[in-house]
T-cell receptor, first 115, second 113 residues
Framework: EPEVTQTPSHQVTQMGQEVILRCVPI?????FYWYRQILGQKVEFLVS????????KSEIFDDQFSVERPDGSNFTLKIRSTKLEDSAMYFC?????????????FGDGTRLSIL | GESVGLHLPTLSVQEGDNSIINCAYS??????FIWYKQESGKGPQFIID?????DKRQGQRVTVLLNKTVKHLSLQIAATQPGDSAVYFC????????????FGQGTRLTINP
């Protein structure tokens, strides 16, 4: 069964450094997402991406965050200058275009630890 | 504001019994709902979904019930197995959003042997 894959599984970064989290969505999917989950809390929406542009973003997704689909398979999340509070699990998700609805399928996440 | 909450943070059932996990949502205009299962160290795994024009949907050993009158969603798992132990999240898709999901806090289900 096709799945969303994320790398690395764990990223440790010094505060203030840039970090790039990588995702390979399911190949025939057209909608892409990033979510985060702080330890012990619920999953929070960050951004959605469709047709090579951001379609919606949350207030968490400030100008320190950016997303990119550099080629036909990868989808990345960049944090320019990391803060301690950016420590969390980051999940990528993708969804096929099925008449406007359909479940989002998630990867297993990247654990980001900011020191 | 948008919020999806769960009535109980933990639930323990005996193996073989049925379990019911509940969820309350606040946006009456939400038109699509999903249940996810999250095992330790893994991402949310899709279980079952339901659209707002339905009140019940069945899958393999799982049933989702939607009560729009009281904005309530439930997940029933029949004949629970040890592998059902996980955190279960409901999520709603507010219509004004692109396709973002708003997640609840989660219920930890433990299956006792």
């Amino acid at each position: 069964e096709p799945e969303v894959t994320q790398t690395p599984s764990h990223q440790v970064t010094q505060m203030g450094q840039e970090v790039i989290l990588r995702c390979v969505p399911i190949s025939n999917h057209l909608y892409f997402y990033w979510y985060r989950q702080i330890l012990g809390q619920k999953v929070e929406f960050l951004v959605s991406f469709y047709n090579n542009e951001i379609s919606e973003k949350s207030e968490i997704f400030d100008d320190q965050f950016s997303v990119e689909r550099p080629d036909g398979s990868n989808f990345t999340l960049k944090i320019r200058s990391t803060k301690l509070e950016d420590s969390a699990m980051y999940f990528c998700a993708s969804r096929a275009q099925t008449g406007g609805e359909g479940p989002q399928h998630f990867g297993d996440g990247t654990r980001l630890s900011i020191l | 504001g948008e919020s999806v909450g769960l009535h109980l943070p933990t639930l323990s059932v005996q193996e073989g019994d049925n379990s019911i996990i509940n969820c309350a949502y606040s946006n009456s205009a939400s038109d699509y709902f999903i249940w996810y299962k999250q095992e330790s160290g893994k991402g949310p795994q899709f279980i079952i979904d339901i659209r707002s024009n339905m009140d019940k949907r069945q899958g393999q050993r799982v049933t989702v019930l939607l009560n729009k009158t009281v904005k309530h969603l439930s997940l029933q798992i029949a004949a629970t197995q040890p592998g059902d132990s996980a955190v279960y999240f409901c999520a709603e898709n507010p219509p004004q959003g692109a396709q973002k999901l708003v997640f609840g806090q989660g219920t930890r289900l433990t299956i006792n042997p």
